[in-house]
Nanobody, 123 residues
Framework: QVQLVESGGGLVQTGGSLRLSCAASGRTFSSYTMAWFRQAPGKEREFVAGANGSGGSSYNADSVKGRFTISRDNAKNTVYLQMNTLKPEDTAVYFC????????????????WGQGTQVTVSS
């Protein structure tokens, strides 16, 4: 198994930027597809972005395309979510997720989850 710990959340103003980090423990981090999800109050959890093991392929949800970028540093066992041009509707708890393999769609089938980090965007 892999353990995931998110960090970097906080309070930012509309139009600002924030960079989330997810530190993973365990062997062969590069074998895991990684992703970010978020859940706003009263709403269902939604997919944000995902990246394959090498970081050479990624996919973003329509709601964040052009604003968010997922990346990873396998030497540091860490995946990042760079969030730019933040909007109040981006306010949510952001979760890091992982799964073995790279044969499924980025938005589904994650088996390991972090505890989440709060992102609040003020107007």
């Amino acid at each position: 198994q892999v353990q995931l710990v998110e960090s970097g959340g906080g309070l930012v103003q509309t139009g600002g930027s924030l960079r989330l980090s997810c530190a993973a423990s365990g062997r062969t981090f590069s074998s895991y597809t990684m992703a970010w999800f978020r859940q706003a109050p009263g709403k269902e959890r939604e997919f944000v972005a995902g990246a394959n093991g090498s970081g050479g392929s990624s996919y973003n949800a329509d709601s964040v395309k052009g604003r968010f970028t997922i990346s990873r540093d396998n030497a540091k066992n860490t995946v990042y979510l760079q969030m730019n041009t933040l909007k109040p509707e981006d306010t949510a708890v952001y979760f890091c997720a992982a799964r073995l393999g790279s044969t499924y769609q980025y938005s589904t089938r994650y088996e390991y989850w972090g505890q989440g980090t709060q992102v609040t965007v003020s107007s």
